[in-house]
């Protein structure tokens, strides 16, 4: 059964300012022992996620929202096991698969051919498991005879188009998706959008950060808003997007 | 399913995560098996740096045969040393040194050049490690094809003792392993520490001998137990040239190899969950 716990997590994160990071900086403070408060007020914390705590079960699919710098995308990668969260737990099962930026892994240099199965590796999917869906692949992003060329001669519909047929040729058992809908050209997008709901479909639990409500509205069935790294609504997708134009006209 | 109310169980306890220790021994076991992904990502480095070349990788070996012909045939003389022996003690010494060397300093890369990739997806950190240390065992294979002709060449008769060289470099590719992770980390905690590394290997090949004989040192000759990067090559170079590694060598190299992993681990441990901060 695959799902989520999250009690009280935290996420912090540390700004190292361009001079902190460095070992002169850490020997001079070693050196002007008085100097510790100036010295910790040169390390900046950003605290992006704030006592969380959730729990997501089989068959949710979980819209996140939020204006920009909610905490949307933090959240994902805490769900993925990117991050380690500075405070609290997070208890997981199931297989985590994490489509946050459809272009990671994607090596320009290589062939189309080369990229499929390079992407699928950070999938953690096996290229002799990924060989088997090079032809559904090719036909969907029509790479046609492109497929042998490398990547940076492709035009960039077309590299969007590999990028999103090789990360939903897998259907994951829990499925962590930052938007990325709207990189893709209009012609494309009602296919894209397609496979996407299929893709979605497929899996056991779906987190989704998006900004569009048609999307929220059309594929899950609870929502989470976010603000400030808080949680402001647990619940229906109604009552989020309610509540996310109530904060949108507050501020 | 859908729920409306307030989170169910949010009262419930969790089940003990796992500890740092058992988490990091997990990523290294994991990243570990997981060898047909790092073997494939290090295949790929090669060949897309030597994308659309005719000799590919081979560059590598001429670029290392140049170099031992340059500095064979001028120093043999310098150091009065006959020329064929020498070609085959700088040979090997080169081959040596370049794998270690440069398992250090791509070793400062090893976290930072996968940024990207452990921003946005969740891996074992050990599976980038091993990625780098494949690398630099595929760039070795392609240095060694010069080994056995030099041998060949000028006819060393070599014992059974040679075949040492098998866990030789099974213990050089663990120390790959540590070492990659210890400046790994260290570079991307502190953006310094790569240059810092950089500067040390480029001294270090000067005072390790690499191409001078150890000999040479005189009654300082001793002292060289102190520097473990000559103890790596000796334990090499020292049975392929027909003779004993000096007695201390495998001593010092077993030595650095429990300690580097065991500081390196303890380290991997405490500081394994911040590398995506960090980066």
Known sequence: MASFRLRNVSVEFPIYQATYRSLKKLVLAFSLQGDRAREDSDRIHVQALTDLTLDMEEGDRVGLIGPNGAGKTTLLKVLAGIYAPTGGQVHSSGKISSLLDVKVGLNPEATGRENIILRGMYMDVHPREMRAHVDEIVAFAGLGPHLDMPVRTYSAGMAIRLAIAVSTCIRPEVLIMDEWLSAVDERFLERAHRRLGDFIGGSNIVVLATHSMTLLREWCNRAILLDQGRVVVNGSVDEAIDAYHALSTAQ | ?279
């Open chain 2, 1 to 279: 399913m859908l729920d409306q109310q307030a989170p169910r169980s949010a009262d419930l306890e969790l089940p003990p995560s796992p500890s740092p220790t058992a988490a990091a021994w997990a990523d290294l076991v994991e990243g570990t098996a997981r060898s047909w992904m790092w073997s494939s990502m290090a295949m790929q480095d090669i060949k897309l740096r030597y994308r659309g070349s005719v000799l590919g990788p081979f560059w590598l070996t001429i670029s290392m045969v140049v170099m031992i012909v340059a500095i064979g045939l001028i120093y043999a003389r310098l150091f009065n040393q006959e020329t064929g022996r020498y070609l085959l003690f700088l040979t090997i010494g080169l081959v040596i040194w370049q794998f270690v060397s440069s398992l250090i300093t791509d070793g400062c890369q090893t976290f930072l050049s996968a940024q990207h990739v452990i921003s946005q997806v969740c891996l074992p950190f050990s599976v980038h490690v091993w990625r780098i240390v494949c690398r630099n065992l595929i760039v070795l294979a392609h240095n060694a094809v010069i080994v056995p002709f030099v041998l060949v060449i000028f006819g060393v008769s070599i014992g059974w003792n040679v075949l040492t060289i098998i866990p030789a470099l099974a213990i050089l590719t663990i120390n790959g392993v540590w070492v990659s992770i210890l400046v790994g980390m260290l570079s991307a905690r502190y953006r310094d520490v790569p240059p810092i590394v950089m500067n040390f290997v480029q001294v270090a090949f000067f005072i390790t001998p690499v191409f001078w004989p150890p000999e040479a040192l005189g009654h300082w000759t001793p002292y060289l137990v102190l520097n473990p990067l000559f103890a790596a090559i000796d334990v090499v170079r020292a049975p392929l040239l027909g003779a004993a590694p000096l007695p201390y060598s495998w001593s010092v190299l077993l030595v650095v190899t429990v300690l580097g992993c065991a500081g390196t681990f303890a380290l991997f441990v405490k500081f394994r969950s911040r590398i995506a901060y960090w980066v």
